[in-house]
């Protein structure tokens, strides 16, 4: 199975303020990769997909980068309702694969 | 706007078994592969098993192979996952996810299609416990 590896499980930040989440798999996915965000009492939102593409909806400060192994989500200037959780998960093979997530918290 | 809403969920015993529903709307169901996903208590999210837009083909991980049956009615707007055998790490919040997709196309082998997850339902609770 391909390993998905979200480095950082904490991250602390303030509103105004940019920050990236790595994403590392464990072996090339090409660009085969989606980002979520969870909010408490909401459901799963599927944020990016191929690694940068943007879903419908998902506000433009959020982009995606990446390619074969090392991904990275970032979020500039960071709004009250950016603090949540953020996972990772490999769509390039069978059984599909979450990172463990990393949670964006208010400084 | 796309709603998935689980229900079915509870207590069983070990060794039972257990039908979760998901009902679509929002979307034409019979266009779209659908899945489960899975989040044990303070572990990471699990995909659990994928049906195809029709029913035809069916994938599952490795540890529900044999046990877990997915199963769709495209008349109903409903997806289902039947859970036989229930272990106590079954225990879990089990999401309804409908699937999108990607497509690269190989000289020698056609298209390929690659599948995430573009919306989620809300999850449904199911505790394996005696």
């Known amino acids: 199975d391909v390993q998905m590896t979200q480095s950082l499980s904490y991250l602390a930040a303030s509103p105004g303020e940019s920050v990236s989440i790595s994403c590392k798999a464990s072996?090339?996915?090409?660009?085969?990769l989606a980002w979520y965000q969870q909010k408490p009492g909401e459901a799963y939102k599927l944020l990016i997909y191929s690694g940068s593409t943007l879903q419908s909806g998902t506000p433009s400060r959020f982009s995606g980068s990446g390619s074969g192994t090392d991904f990275t989500l970032t979020i500039r200037s960071l709004e009250p309702e950016d603090f949540g959780l953020y996972y990772c998960q490999q769509y390039y093979e069978k059984p599909y694969t979450f990172g463990a997530g990393t949670k964006l918290e208010l400084k | 706007e796309v709603q998935l809403v689980e229900s079915g969920g509870g207590l069983v015993q070990p060794g039972r078994s257990m039908k979760l529903s998901c009902a679509a709307s929002g979307f034409t169901f019979n266009n779209y592969d659908m899945a489960w996903v899975c989040q044990a208590p303070k572990k990471g999210l699990e995909w659990v098993a994928t049906i195809s837009y029709d029913g035809s083909s069916t994938y599952y991980r490795d540890s529900v192979k044999g046990r877990f049956t997915i199963s769709r009615d495209n008349a109903k707007s409903t997806l289902y996952l039947q859970m036989d055998s229930l272990r106590s790490e079954d225990t879990a919040t089990y999401y309804c996810?409908?699937?999108?997709?990607?497509?690269?196309?190989?000289?020698?082998?056609?298209?390929?299609?690659?599948?995430?997850?573009?919306?989620w339902g809300q999850g449904v609770m199911v505790t394996v416990s005696s």
């Open positions: 996810a409908r699937m999108g997709y990607t497509t690269d196309y190989y000289y020698l082998d056609g298209t390929y299609y690659y599948y995430y997850f573009d919306y």
């Open positions: 072996k090339s996915i090409s660009n085969y």
